[in-house]
């Protein structure tokens, strides 16, 4: 019986490529995106707090942030809100009749702030589609707060059943 010796072949390994020489793509100004996804909201939140300084008085949550022609732009309020909460030119208080109230009142000063004597203050409510259709029937027609706005673009306008907005801030 013949045995052949096999030869063993050499296996080369293809050359890495150095981490020095790895190629990193440009880095957006982070900054300028910022400023322009939050230009909006920015917005959002200055017209509401305009708003209801003008109203002189408090204002039921559901009509501050309901929109009755986009379930969107009613989550949108609701985030603006948030904001006005947390940096304390807002308050979200019960009134006598049990409703839940939004008041405008005196934003702590800056350097009070600073200094971390103030603490933010912040709420949590949910809504989702189901709740929204359900607010269009509690709330009378032109009752609301916030004017609708003229959408940039229809993305995602189509509602769906299955979306839930919950804000922490």
Known sequence: ?????????????????????????????????????????????????????????????????????????????????????????????????GNHVVQLRNAPHTNVVESGVVQYKHFVFRIDYKDWKTMKDFVTAGDEVMPHRTPAANIGSAPHDGIDATVFW
């Not at 440009?26 to 017209?47: H, W």
């Open 1 to 97: 019986m013949d045995v052949e010796a096999k030869m063993k072949t050499r296996v080369s390994m293809k050359r890495k490529r150095s981490l020095m020489e790895v190629e990193h793509p440009e880095d957006l100004n982070s900054a300028a995106a910022t400023e322009e996804k939050s230009t909006e909201t920015d917005e959002n939140i200055a017209t509401m707090f305009e708003i209801l300084k003008t109203r002189k008085k408090p204002e039921k949550v559901e009509n501050v942030i309901m929109n009755r022609n986009s379930f969107a732009q009613t989550v949108e309020n609701l985030f603006a809100l948030s904001f006005l909460v947390k940096e304390g030119r807002a308050e979200v208080k019960v009134d006598g009749d």
